[in-house]
C-alpha cells in the first residue's frame, strides 16, 4: 500500500517526540563542547540536559543513507542528487558525509574552484540583484537534495544562498543527575612520569575523570517543516520524493543504531508504531512502504536531479591550531569518550 500523506496534508509541521532509554543500564554520556563539557540547563521541572544537538543529528540521519562499504548510498536511494569528490582517482568524501554539504571546501575548491563557478552560474548569481531563490532550490535540488532536507549555507558563493534545514532533530534529558566516575590510562612498562615527560609522547599512566548521566526521561525530538519544503515551489513528486526522503531517515535511524558515542547506546523505548506528537492521528510508516515509495519518487524526478563526480587535487592541509600538551593529556585520557560535538551548518 502507498504511504498515505494525505494526514499531513495541510500541517505546516510534523512533530515526533520519541521516548528513549539506555540499551543496558542507566548511565549515558552526553554530548559535549569545547571548554564547555556537557550543556545542562534548568527547567521548571529541574535539571535539563543536550544529549544530541541538531547539528548532531544532522550528521547521524545523513548517515543512515550512506553504505561505507561501496562509498556511495545505499541501493535503496540510488538515484538522488549526490556529489562525490574523489582525489588521484580514489574516494575522497561526499556532500552526504560533509556538515557543509555542497559549501564543503572539499566541493569548493574541486576542480580548482570551476565546480563551485558552475553552480554559482546555474543558479544566476549577481551582485547587482536579488537571488533567484527559485533557480537555487531547482540547481540544489539537481546536485545535491541533501541541501534542501538539511540545509545549506554557500557562503563560499554568495552569503545570501541560505537554506534552513527543512529536517531538524535533537535529544534533550530531563530530570537528570551527574554519576561521577574516572578511571587512569595504564602504562604497563612506564607507570611513572619523569619531570618534563608530558603524556603528549604517550608515556606514563594518567588518571582522569569522567561524568556520566542517569535522567528521568530521554527524548528525541524530530521537526519536519512542511511549509518550508512547500513552499520550495518544486511540485508535487519533488515535495513528495522530500517528506518520503525525511521519513525515511527518521525510521532507519529509529530501527537502527542510536548508540551515539561509547557510552551512549540509546533504544526507542516504542519499537513499533511511532505516533507523531502533531498532527494527531499520523503514525511513522514502516521501513518496507517508504522505501517502495521512495522508489518511485525518486524514479518520477529522476530527470531533475543528478550524480555528479569532481576532483580535488590540492594538497590536504592540517587543521590550524596545533594541541598543546594539556589538550594531547586529556585526548588520551579520555580516548573512550569519543563523537565530541560536530559542526554542521545549516
Known amino acids: 500500500m502507498p504511504v498515505d500523506l494525505e494526514p499531513i496534508a495541510h500541517a505546516t509541521r510534523l512533530l515526533f517526540a520519541v521516548p528513549l532509554r539506555p540499551l543496558q543500564g542507566a548511565r549515558f554520556q552526553p554530548t559535549g563542547f569545547p571548554n564547555l563539557g556537557a550543556a545542562t540547563y534548568q527547567t521548571p521541572e529541574g535539571t535539563s540536559l543536550l544529549v544530541e544537538s541538531a547539528q548532531s543529528m544532522a550528521n547521524r540521519l545523513e548517515a543512515t543513507c550512506w553504505a561505507p562499504a561501496t562509498n556511495d548510498v545505499i541501493e535503496e536511494l540510488r538515484g538522488v542528487s ?28 574541486a576542480e580548482g574552484g570551476r565546480f563551485h563557478e558552475a553552480l554559482a552560474t546555474e543558479i544566476g548569481v549577481s551582485d547587482q540583484r536579488p537571488v533567484d531563490r527559485a533557480k ?66 604517550g608515556f606514563g599512566n594518567v588518571p582522569f575523570a569522567r561524568d556520566e548521566y542517569t535522567a528521568q526521561s530521554i527524548t528525541l525530538y524530530v521537526n519536519l517543516d ?8 518544486l511540485g508535487g513528486p519533488a515535495e513528495r520524493l522530500l517528506v518520503l526522503l525525511a521519513l525515511y531517515k527518521l525510521r532507519r535511524l529509529l530501527d537502527g543504531d542510536l548508540r551515539l558515542r561509547t557510552a551512549c547506546d540509546l533504544v526507542s523505548v516504542e519499537r513499533g508504531a511511532i505516533p507523531a506528537q502533531a498532527p494527531e ?31 580535488f ?23 573512550d569518550q569519543d563523537d565530541p560535538e560536530s559542526g554542521a551548518g545549516d
Open 313 to 335: 587535487d590540492d594538497a590536504l592541509k592540517k587543521a590550524k591550531n596545533a594541541r598543546s600538551a594539556d589538550q594531547a593529556e586529556d585526548d588520551q585520557a579520555s580516548e
Open 136 to 201: 537555487l532550490i531547482r540547481t540544489l535540488f539537481k546536485y545535491d537534495i541533501g541541501s534542501l532536507v538539511h540545509g545549506v549555507f554557500l557562503e563560499s558563493i554568495d552569503g545570501r544562498l541560505r537554506i534552513a534545514r527543512a529536517l531538524s532533530a535533537f535529544v534533550e534529558a530531563d530530570g537528570v543527575q551527574v554519576v561521577a566516575s574516572g578511571g587512569v590510562k595504564i602504562d604497563r612498562i612506564q607507570p611513572g612520569k619523569e619531570e618534563g615527560q608530558g603524556s603528549s609522547e
Open 281 to 311: 492521528g499520523f503514525v511513522l510508516p514502516a521501513a518496507a512502504g517508504l522505501e517502495h515509495d521512495l522508489r518511485t519518487a525518486i524514479d518520477a524526478c529522476q530527470d531533475e536531479m543528478t550524480h555528479t563526480t569532481v576532483t
Open 226 to 233: 512542511l511549509a518550508q519544503i512547500r513552499g520550495y515551489g
Open 82 to 109: 549526490h556529489v562525490t569528490v574523489e582525489r588521484k582517482g580514489s574516494f575522497l568524501t561526499d556532500t552526504t558525509l560533509e556538515s557543509h554539504r555542497l559549501n564543503s571546501v572539499y566541493v569548493e575548491k
